[in-house]
Structure formats: C-alpha cells, structure tokens
Nanobody
Framework: QVQLVESGGGLVQAGGSLRLSCAAS????????MGWFRQAPGKEREFVAY????????SHADSVKGRFTISRDNAKNTAYLQMNSLKPEDTAVYYC?????????????????WGQGTQVTVSS
C-alpha cells in the first residue's frame, strides 16, 4: 500500500521559514519523481516544484523561485520543500505527489500518488 505522509506545516510570520517533509512507503522511492503542489481556499491546486528520480532535474514555479527549494533523500524515502521568505499569499494546503513517468511534470495528472496535505499559514 502506497502512502505519502507530509509533515512540517504550521503557522509562521511573513518572512519566516518552514521545511516540509514527505515520507513515502510502499513504493520504490528512487523510481518516482516527486512534486509539491498547493491549494489555497477558493483556488485551484497549483504546481509548486518537482524533482526527478535522481534529483538532477528540478523545477520551481515562478511564484516561489528563489524562495523555495525542493530536494530529496532516496536513502530516507523522503522529499523536502524548504520554504524561506514566506509571504501571506503562500498560505495553502501543501500536497506532495509521486509519479512514475520518465520525466517529472508540473501537471497534477503526471502523478500517481498523493499525500493528505499539510496546512501552511503565513500571517502578515
């Protein structure tokens, strides 16, 4: 049974930092690209970042570029999202996802498995 479990969300002031983790089980983690998406109230889910199976290929949405960094540790079956210089508009539920396509995708349809989400709230 595949399971993705996010952690690390919470309440932080604008300008602060958080690190989200996504622990995977039930999959050969190194065979999956990983993505982070977020969904704010009343808005559609949007792409945040992805990382390839090896970690060599990474991409970040323009809205978070230079502030957020995606990474992974295949030995620990865990993906991370380091979020710095947080802004109130970053407030959302953050989801991690795992996909088995040859190349990672910024489209949610490119992912097979999803976590339950973790809330990030940034106060002004």
């Amino acid at each position: 049974q595949v399971q993705l479990v996010e952690s690390g969300g919470g309440l932080v002031q604008a300008g602060g930092s958080l690190r989200l983790s996504c622990a995977a089980s039930g999959v050969t983690f190194s065979g999956y690209s990983m993505g982070w998406f977020r969904q704010a109230p009343g808005k559609e889910r949007e792409f945040v970042a992805y990382i390839s199976q090896s970690g060599r290929i990474r991409s970040h949405a323009d809205s978070v570029k230079g502030r957020f960094t995606i990474s992974r540790d295949n030995a620990k079956n865990t993906a991370y999202l380091q979020m710095n210089s947080l802004k109130p508009e970053d407030t959302a539920v953050y989801y991690c996802a795992a996909g088995n396509r040859a190349t990672p995708s910024s489209d949610s349809s490119g992912y097979n498995y999803w976590g339950q989400g973790t809330q990030v709230t940034v106060s002004s």
